[in-house]
């Protein structure tokens, strides 16, 4: 018997797949019955913020991920692929499908039982019933202090900055084009989660209340081309609006934009446009690429909106995450050409997050070294992402399932990605520890690396599953 603490990514993941080794699961979700500020939904393994996964190909390291994750029977995997958008070379998702796919798939799994109930201590464990915390970044604060005991360490709490979604009727299509960067799909350099992102404090921060701005509906022509983002062109005299009216607007909990320790992989916007005019411009803005078609040139700047949802009425504004003043935020926003009278389903926003220190608490098998029979699992343990939550959650899964019956845990080699993952959070250096997303960078090398970065990627993606699949067979795992 198994107790999982969290259905989210990680915790529905391990859930599917220690009952799938014949092992019965008790999973407790605290929603509906415990809110967090950021779900919206009862379901298991709602996405709280982008839609994607990100790219979905063996020649980018999540797309081996996910690879992986699909040989190894992920139930996330399956959910998303059912679920699946239109998002060029990504994995996009409609979220409500999604959520509601995992939530189905576990509630009728015979050998789980799910509890709606906030877990405020961390329950006993054993061999026998080992138990798997995946809690995730907004873990209840009872549970969190009871973590912070048990594993001895200061916690870190960081803030994650999410982008705003529009609703597409109020995206006024006479001024914006459909079209994909370069004209074709998205490749791998874009293989970056576009709608939300990371910075990090010491301290916790306010989370901005709910609120929601009401604007009249834009009608408009549409621009029928190709492409899977609807791209908002600016002039110089716009993209200098813009940016003025962005460096000036009031932040909900920023004042000091120089001393804020940001996670450099992803800034809200206005962190980036205090560093200087043409910051943008060479990122989450970049034109370049782009054509506008009623001018046959790249615009100066360009705001790119990704379809959220399978009915197509929710685009979000990639790379757009903010801590600006909700309503500051719409009176900015609308500067943005296409946007001037668009409709906010969702405003970009600061929130705490948590996880342990992994290379102090945890092994490579997301045991807790100081006490094997328990398991964390997903953000709270040191990873980062959507896909890697629900990766570390499957092995979680698959090693407190063998602890049950009585098996040897092996993890996964390292050459793969998965393997690749766990090893970094058990032995990234403790001092200067920052979860991490999958990277090659993270796997060990090639002896004898074919030249040039995509030969070399896919190389290491065809070492790693076939490095897999002997795994798998050696512990008798046929998901496929
Ligand atoms: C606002 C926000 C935006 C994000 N945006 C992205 C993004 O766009 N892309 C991306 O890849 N990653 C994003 N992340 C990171 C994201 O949370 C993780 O990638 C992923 O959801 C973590 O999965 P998880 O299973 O660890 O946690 P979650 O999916 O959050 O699941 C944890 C579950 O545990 C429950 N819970 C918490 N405390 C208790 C308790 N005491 N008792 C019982 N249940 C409890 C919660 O209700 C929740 O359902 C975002 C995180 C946040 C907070």
Avoid at 19 to 42: N, S
Avoid at 77 to 86: D, I, K, Q, T
Avoid at 229 to 236: F, S, V, W
């Amino acid at each position: 018997m198994i107790t999982i603490v969290g259905g989210g990514l990680a915790g529905s993941e391990a859930a599917w797949q220690a009952a799938e080794c014949d092992v019965p699961v008790t999973l407790h979700e605290m929603r509906p019955v415990r809110p967090t500020v950021v779900h919206k939904t009862d379901r298991l393994a709602e996405l709280v913020c982008s839609n994607s996964f990100r790219g979905d190909k063996l020649d980018n390291a999540v797309g081996l991920l996910k690879e992986e994750m699909r040989r190894l029977g992920s139930l996330v995997m399956r959910a998303a692929e059912a679920s699946r958008v239109p998002a060029g070379a990504a994995l996009a998702v409609d979220r409500e499908r999604f959520a509601e796919t995992i939530t189905r798939a576990i509630t009728k799994h015979p050998r789980i039982t799910v509890t709606r109930q906030e877990v405020t201590a961390i329950p006993d464990s054993s061999e026998r019933a080992p138990v798997i915390i995946a809690t995730g970044p907004l873990t209840s604060d009872p549970l969190s202090a009871a973590i912070a005991v048990l594993v001895g360490e200061r916690y870190l709490y960081f803030y994650d900055a999410i982008s705003p979604i529009v609703l597409a009727e109020t995206i006024d299509r006479s001024r914006v084009f459909r079209a994909s960067r370069w004209g074709r799909s998205l490749g791998p350099k874009s293989d970056v989660r576009g709608a939300e992102c990371d910075v990090r404090r010491t301290e916790r921060g306010d989370v901005v209340p709910a609120e929601r701005v009401r604007g009249a509906g834009a009608p408009g022509l549409d621009n029928d081309g190709q492409g899977d983002y609807l791209n908002c062109p600016l002039t110089l005299d716009e993209y200098d609006r813009f940016y003025n009216a962005l460096v000036t607007a009031e932040s909900a909990t920023v004042h000091d934009f120089d001393k804020e320790r940001f996670f450099e992989g992803c800034l809200p916007i206005e962190v980036m446009a205090h560093r200087g005019r043409d910051t943008l411009r060479f990122g989450p803005m970049k034109p370049v690429g782009l054509v506008d078609p009623r001018t046959g040139r790249e615009p100066y700047a360009a705001v790119q909106l990704r379809q959220d949802n399978l009915a197509g009425d929710h685009f979000s504004l990639v790379g757009f995450q903010t801590q600006i003043k909700w309503g500051e935020q719409a009176r900015v926003l609308r500067l943005i050409p296409g946007l001037e009278q668009a409709e906010f389903v969702r405003f970009g926003m600061v929130h705490r997050n948590t996880y342990v220190n992994g290379p102090s608490v945890l092994d490579e098998t997301w045991q807790v070294r100081a006490r094997p029979t328990l398991f964390f699992a997903g953000q709270m343990s040191g990873v980062e992402g959507y896909v890697e939550s629900a990766a570390s959650g499957l092995i979680a899964g698959l090693n407190a399932a063998a602890l049950a019956r009585g098996e040897a845990i092996a993890p996964p080699p390292r050459t793969t990605a998965i393997g690749a993952l766990a090893y970094y959070v058990a032995h990234a250096n403790p001092a200067h520890y920052e979860p991490s997303n999958i990277t090659f960078g993270i796997i060990p090398p090639l002896p004898h690396a074919p030249r040039g970065k995509k030969l070399r990627n896919q190389a290491l993606s065809d070492r790693a599953l076939a490095d897999l699949d002997g795994w798998m067979r050696s512990r008798t795992l046929v998901h496929q």
